[in-house]
Structure formats: C-alpha cells, structure tokens
C-alpha cells in the first residue's frame, strides 16, 4: 500500500464550485505540505503544516485553506475553483532532515 | 523571484553515457539540497541529498556535487539508462536547518535514448 495516497486522483469542476482535495498518510510523519505543479513552473508551497495545531501559510496560498484533521490527514480546499488553479496537486509529508515524500497527485481543471 | 534555477528545460543523452543536469541557487542560507525524479502521472520521489558540508555524496549511478562557492550543484547518472527518462528538480532547504520547506527548481527532462 501507498504510504501517502491522495482522493480524489481527477477531478473537473465549474466555475464557483466548493472543491476538498485530501490527503492521507502512513508514514507516521508530523510534518504536511500541499504544493501545485504548473507546466514550466515546477512545484509551489501553497501550505504546510507542522503538528495538528500548526498550519502556514506557503507562497500561493490566496484562494486556498487547508484542515489538519489528524496527524495523518490534511486537506486542501479550494472555496471558490477558478479556471487558473487548474494544476496537479500534490501532498507530501516529512519528517526528521527535510526530505519530503509525495503523494501521486491530484490532477485538477476547474472549467 | 527564483531562488533555485534549472537553466535546460530538457536534456537528451544515449543510453550508457553519463547524464548531467545541473542547478543553481541564489540564497546563501540554503544548506541542504535534494534531488527528485518525476515520472508522469506520478508524484515526485526523491533520488539523493546532500548536506552544505560535503562537496560530493555518492548512491550507485547517482551522484550529486556540490561547489558552495559557486552556489552550484549537479547531479551525475553513469551509466545512464532508458528508465532513468523522467523530470528531474533540484530543490533546496535552509535558515539555520530546521527550515523544513523545500524550495523547487522548474525541473529538467531528461531523454536517455536507446
């Protein structure tokens, strides 16, 4: 089994729509990240999260919230899906040094 | 403004030669440095990391190098082979070690040919 796995895998939304991307792992990590992947952009931090109690703000977090409902579960909400948050969505934990391991992503249009 | 630059977007080379991809960084408070390899439709794994003090770390065919002076690193793949074909991104930690976020290069395809 996956250690970090991620639902839904595709999604296509409308305009305005209410969008939860979640992430789950068993890793045993403390440590969360949600980033996008943009052609030709490589990966952006959008939150991370180091305990249940602790989230941040990553470089493109505007139009996104995040809920840590676990040590093992961190979601990703888009409250409002725009057309140019259409990406590829991916969760990663960590734990220790800062190696980070990736889920295998979310693939998101909003249309 | 980017902190870590991977100037070829793509890189192709024959099966068994070596491959070098390369990877620049602008702020001097980086000390740790990863590499990962993409496949599609997949998330990104990691390769191979290495620490602001050693110059080389070694993992099989896999070898990163580091020239702080230049604030410059490469990974090298010898012998190079056709399942190595993926985006590769540089990516950098730093702020005193405890920094735990990863800033990403935009990522090199390399094409190893048969």
């Known amino acids: 089994d996956a250690d970090v796995t991620q639902t839904p895998r595709n999604r296509i939304t409308k305009t305005g729509k209410r969008i939860m991307l979640e992430c789950s792992q068993t890793?045993?990590?403390?440590?969360m990240y949600w980033y996008r992947q943009d052609p030709g952009l490589g990966l952006r931090l959008i939150y991370y999260?180091?305990?249940?109690?602790?989230?941040n703000k990553g470089e493109i977090s505007d139009g996104y919230s995040v809920s840590r409902q676990a040590q093992a579960k961190f979601s990703l909400s888009l409250e409002s899906a725009i057309p140019n948050q259409t990406a590829l969505y991916f969760c990663?934990?960590?734990?220790?040094?800062?190696?980070?391991?990736f889920g295998p992503g979310t693939r998101l249009t909003v249309l | 403004d980017q902190q870590v630059k991977q100037n070829s977007p793509s890189l192709s080379v024959q099966e068994g030669r070596i491959s070098i991809l390369n990877c620049d960084y602008t702020?001097?408070?980086?000390?740790?440095f990863l590499w990962y390899k993409k496949y599609p439709a997949e998330g990104p794994t990691f390769l191979i990391s290495?620490?602001?003090?050693?110059d080389k770390n070694e993992d099989g065919r896999f070898t990163v190098f580091l020239n702080k002076s230049a604030k410059h690193l490469s990974l090298h793949i010898v012998p190079s082979q056709p399942g190595d074909s993926a985006v590769y991104f540089c990516?950098?930690?730093?702020?005193?070690?405890?920094?735990?976020?990863?800033?990403f290069g935009k990522g090199t395809l390399l094409t190893v040919n048969p």
């Open positions: 999260s180091f305990d249940v109690k602790d989230i």
């Open positions: 702020n001097s408070m980086f000390d740790y």
């Open positions: 990516a950098a930690s730093g702020s005193g070690g405890s920094n735990y976020k990863l800033t």
């Open positions: 890793k045993g990590h403390d440590r």
């Open positions: 990663a934990t960590g734990q220790g040094k800062d190696t980070q391991y």
């Open positions: 290495i620490s602001s003090i050693k």
